[in-house]
């Protein structure tokens, strides 16, 4: 079975949607003119079906990403919610307008209608940057079962995300890096497996993702640093 094929677990109305973006058809934006798209700006279906399937598994309810684009994880995450017979998700992205033609806004806004058990307000854009956005989010109480990085891809910005949203992650839930392909993400990695025993790392067949359980919360001491090597190999072996 290819990837497409696997595809088909999501059903209508994400599939179809999908199968357009995955096949570069033009979108539709925010103004209703027709934009054709940029095929680098994705994950790929194993990444979103990795997603999706966490997603499904655990039953989850409420997941967060940073970075929206064109949406594709977005389709994947609520695909997932839906079929868990309801959730809501948020997505970060400052840009969505100026970079992306309102293109994932309108996708949701066509999508939403015509899902089994999601309504408008279960899914929220949130036009700001990642840290403004986190630190908003955690004062007002807000928490995930699923939290997805893909936004800024420098070191920096990835190493913020992650230690901002991750006092956003619900006991035993999941944060999950995309874009392990750079040095920068490769280096966050390393940071967290080394330095921080309240992030369990979690194998993955897909090597573009780097995943990571909440398994504590963060109880180092004030002066605690691990130093790290650039990257760091997870061994395959499954979950205990
Ligand atoms: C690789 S794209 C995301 C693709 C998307 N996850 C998907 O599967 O279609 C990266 C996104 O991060 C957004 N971004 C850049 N800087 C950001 C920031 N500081 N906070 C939140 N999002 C940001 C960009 O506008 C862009 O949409």
């Keep these: 079975m290819t990837m497409m094929d696997a595809l088909t677990r999501l059903g209508e109305p994400f599939l179809g949607d999908l199968q357009s973006l995955y096949a570069n058809q033009p979108q539709t934006g925010l103004?209703?003119?027709?934009?054709?798209?940029?095929?680098?700006?994705?994950?790929?279906?194993?990444?979103?079906?990795?997603?999706?399937?966490?997603?499904?598994?655990?039953?989850m309810t409420a997941t967060?990403?940073?970075?929206?684009?064109?949406?594709?994880?977005?389709?994947?995450?609520?695909?997932?919610?839906?079929?868990?017979?309801?959730?809501?998700?948020?997505?970060?992205?400052?840009?969505?307008?100026?970079?992306?033609?309102?293109?994932?806004?309108s996708r949701m806004a066509s999508l939403l209608p015509r899902t089994q058990n999601l309504k408008h307000h279960d899914f929220t854009l949130i036009h700001d940057r990642s840290d403004h956005a986190a630190i908003?989010?955690?004062?007002?109480?807000?928490?995930?079962?699923?939290?997805?990085?893909?936004?800024?891809?420098?070191?920096?910005?990835?190493?913020?995300?992650?230690?901002?949203?991750?006092?956003?992650?619900?006991?035993?839930?999941?944060?999950?890096?995309?874009?392990?392909?750079?040095?920068?993400?490769?280096?966050?990695?390393?940071?967290?497996?080394?330095n921080r025993p309240d992030l369990q790392p979690i194998p993955t067949s897909?090597?573009?993702?780097?995943?990571f359980r909440r398994r504590d919360t963060d109880q180092r001491n004030w002066d605690h640093f691990v130093p790290f090597p650039m990257a760091f190999e997870i061994e395959m072996a499954s979950e205990s």
């Design 136 to 194: 908003d989010l955690e004062r007002s109480g807000a928490s995930f079962d699923l939290l997805f990085i893909d936004g800024y891809h420098r070191f920096d910005d990835v190493l913020i995300d992650v230690y901002l949203l991750t006092r956003l992650c619900r006991p035993d839930g999941l944060i999950v890096l995309h874009d392990l392909w750079l040095p920068s993400v490769q280096a966050v990695q390393s940071f967290l497996c080394h």
């Design 31 to 59: 103004d209703g003119k027709s934009y054709a798209i940029d095929a680098s700006t994705r994950i790929s279906v194993e990444e979103g079906l990795f997603l999706h399937d966490s997603c499904r598994n655990a039953a």
């Design 64 to 105: 967060l990403e940073v970075g929206m684009g064109y949406g594709f994880s977005t389709t994947f995450l609520l695909a997932a919610l839906d079929a868990n017979g309801g959730g809501r998700h948020i997505a970060i992205d400052p840009y969505q307008h100026s970079d992306w033609d309102g293109i994932g806004e």
């Design 206 to 211: 897909c090597t573009n993702l780097a995943v």
